[in-house]
């Protein structure tokens, strides 16, 4: 049955996707047990690149495949199943390789080479007295010959720990909002690089974050990606592919939890009968598939709307790209919610899966801008592109 017009080479890839997925499983389930990179962690993120998904997004001219975002939902709906964290690995690179793009073509060629050989990236922008508020940003680079001297702090610093690749988002000016702001690539073995520990979270443990420090660190001005102050604008693209993988990571989220749910009602008997033949689960099973048919209809239309566009930063991008994110993590925070509670009080054991999917889809109603934020800018784009 399939309610989604997908072609041959889509179904193929979403079909490989759950494959490896289905495969990975074992993996997710012991690497989230340890804070930072085990073996396991390491294990599944090699299999991603082994599949080609951790450089997809990486344009054809330079050895890629230039996916585009109906390649990226489908793989994120069918690897976040498993565990959202290592889903969002794979549009973590992607959102980068959208960043990347936009540099010199030998700084992109350089940096997309090493990625094939297996670097990582962090995507260094929030800081930890700022969040969503970019416009108050502190790290600076001040601008020293042929260089850019990087100082500041940043905090969620994404895949840090083994990033091979930084990119920095740093101010070079005093201009108002967040017009000062610019953004470059580093080595992750430079010197003035000092990253902590990776932080201990409640969900997405398989993408660990850090505090990392740039103390006097020397970047050359061939390494800023675009001209002085316009780090915002070229994140732009690159946020809103981040914004619609977050909502497939989260649609996976909830098709996980309901597949679940559903074969262990189906399994379980209480007075007599199976969980599905009581009408309480009936329902819970009903709205949990209508909502993910419905929140699936709207993340792929809208990596259509993304794929057919000529500028991902477009105003009705961002429209649907913070529509795709607020309602899928709010569908997966209720579905996981649901699935927890058919299984009763064996939902909330710690080696059941639904209840690692349920801190999980906690996380994607908070990362790529909360779900408030998300709210906020529909509002304002929906004055922009209506006059109002």
Known sequence: MELHRLTEEEKALRDRARTVADELEPLAREADKTVGYGSEWTQAIERFHHEGWMTMHIPEQHGGRGAGSMALTLVQEQVARIDGGLANAISHEACAAVAIRQATADVAADTFRRMFDGALTCIAITEPHAGSDLAAMRTVAVADGDDYVIDGEKHVASLAGVAGIFLIWAKTSDAPGTRGISVFIADGEQTGITVGAPVDTMGFRQLPHHHVVFESLRIPKTQRIGAEGEGL????????????????????????????????????????????????????????????????????????????????????????????????????????????????????????????????????????????????????????????
Do not use: C
């Open 233 to 388: 604008r070229l994140f732009a693209a690159a946020l809103n592919l981040g914004r619609l993988g977050g909502g497939a990571q989260a649609l996976g989220l909830a098709l996980g939890a309901y597949e679940k749910a559903f074969r262990f009602a189906s399994s379980r008997e209480t007075f007599g009968r199976p969980l599905t033949g009581h009408q309480a689960i009936q329902f819970k099973l009903a709205d949990m598939f209508t909502g993910i048919e419905a929140g699936r209809a709207l993340a792929y239309a809208t990596a259509r709307l993304m794929d057919e566009a000529d500028d991902l930063a477009a105003k009705d991008v961002g429209l649907y790209a913070a529509a795709v994110k607020a309602h899928e993590s709010d569908l997966a925070m209720k579905v996981t919610e649901e699935a927890v509670q058919i299984f009763g009080a064996q939902g909330i054991w710690r080696e059941n899966d639904v209840e690692r999917l349920f801190r999980d889809a906690k996380v994607t109603q908070l990362v790529d801008g909360p779900n408030e934020l998300m709210r906020m800018r529909i509002a304002h784009l929906l004055g922009q592109l209506t006059g109002d």
